[in-house]
């Protein structure tokens, strides 16, 4: 059985998904590999993601750091991108939130999260 889950993306992420498709061609259908995966298992499995803590929100925020993008050849699952959603388990509901790769930023952008779900 394979649950429905709706997706929605932010504004900001969507422009985090143009600005990396300029150097990741293959983005826009890796992504959507990720979204089978996350249908049948939405929340958090280690060592592929992790729930992110001490935000101060209820909102069930997940980040993933194994994503296989076909653009970086020979990496796999170890691309360096990361990213980040809210999950909604009730709503059957995905946000994402941010996508970035390691070597830009350390983080997620905390402040982003709690804007949009505190």
Do not use: W
């Not at 995966?37 to 209820?58: A, Y």
């Not at 980040?84 to 970035?100: G, R």
């Amino acid at each position: 059985m394979t649950n429905n889950i709706e997706f929605e993306e932010l504004s900001e992420f969507q422009k985090d998904l143009k600005k990396l498709l300029k150097k990741y061609r293959t983005l826009k259908d890796d992504i959507e590999v990720v979204k089978l995966d996350l249908n049948d298992e939405p929340g958090e499995s280690p060592p592929f993601s992790f729930r992110v803590d001490n935000l101060g929100i209820e909102t069930c925020i997940i980040k993933v750091k194994k994503i296989a993008c076909k653009a970086l050849k020979g990496r796999g699952v170890n691309s360096g991108l990361r990213l980040i959603y809210a999950h909604f388990e009730e709503e059957q509901k995905i946000v994402f939130i941010e996508l970035y790769h390691k070597n830009d930023k350390e983080n997620e952008d905390r402040q982003r999260i709690v804007d949009h779900f505190s």
